[in-house]
């Protein structure tokens, strides 16, 4: 079966732009989550979706923000681009149901660059 | 709180050797810990879990882990490492409220 596929891979903004990125989980998962991986700070939690409602919030500034669709796609937003924003973007899709058993499968990412 | 600590940044392994990756967790409750895998410009690939029951842990592409309560450890090993192996070893731990909380990562070099 398909796995997460995240749309754009690669993407160059300037500051002070909003940017839109976009996460297809795989068929029947309905949790979506989304993590930073920059170089300095490593992996840090964004957001959880679980059925289009959001269940956790990384530490993160309410600039980045995120929703979930009726079929489990998921979209994360980051208005006013800083150059601090640069950071391979990972979309992380789980069953979501039972934490017991079920893993996270990741996207390849989608690489943003602000210049 | 919870946190995971992989103390070494880089280690440098001959071809055919065996590998050990350190990683220590910090977390009141049972740990579901895991270990992902990511090569250069990619996204991050499970090589293994453990949840509960037996403490050595089979994984995918040879590697294996090993739990210890006792030493709050969770170390990922592989008897004979291939120069395909190179590439980041993250270890996690599934922390409360639905996210993943990482190591810093473990850069693997292989020499031929």
């Known amino acids: 079966k398909a796995g997460v596929t995240q749309t754009p891979r690669y993407l160059i903004k300037t500051r002070g732009q909003q940017v839109t990125l976009s996460c297809s989980p795989i068929s029947g998962h309905r949790s979506v989550s989304w993590y930073q991986q920059t170089p300095g700070q490593g992996l840090q939690f964004l957001f959880e979706?679980?059925?289009?409602?959001?269940?956790n919030k990384g530490n993160f500034p309410g600039r980045f923000s995120g929703r979930q669709f009726s079929n489990s796609r998921s979209e994360m937003n980051v208005s006013t681009l800083e150059l601090g924003d640069s950071a391979l973007y990972l979309c992380a899709s789980s069953l979501g149901i039972d934490r017991v058993n079920y893993g996270y499968t990741f996207g390849s990412g989608t690489r943003l660059t602000v210049v | 709180a919870q946190s995971v600590t992989q103390p070494d940044i880089h280690i440098t392994v001959s071809e055919g050797a065996s590998l050990e990756l350190r990683c220590n967790y910090s977390?009141?409750?049972?740990?579901?810990l895991f270990w992902y895998v990511q090569s250069p410009g990619q996204g991050l690939q499970l090589l293994l879990k453990?949840?509960?029951?037996d403490t050595l842990v089979q994984g995918i592409k040879g590697f294996e882990a090993e739990f210890k309560r006792s030493q709050s450890s969770f170390n990922l090993r592989k008897p004979s490492v291939h120069w395909s192996d190179a590439a980041e070893y993250f270890c996690?731990?599934?922390?409360?409220?639905?996210?993943?909380?990482w190591g810093a990562g473990t850069k693997l070099i292989i020499k031929p």
């Open positions: 453990y949840f509960s029951g």
């Open positions: 977390y009141g409750a049972t740990p579901y």
């Open positions: 979706y679980f059925s289009e409602t959001q269940r």
């Open positions: 996690a731990v599934d922390g409360s409220n639905y996210q993943l909380i």
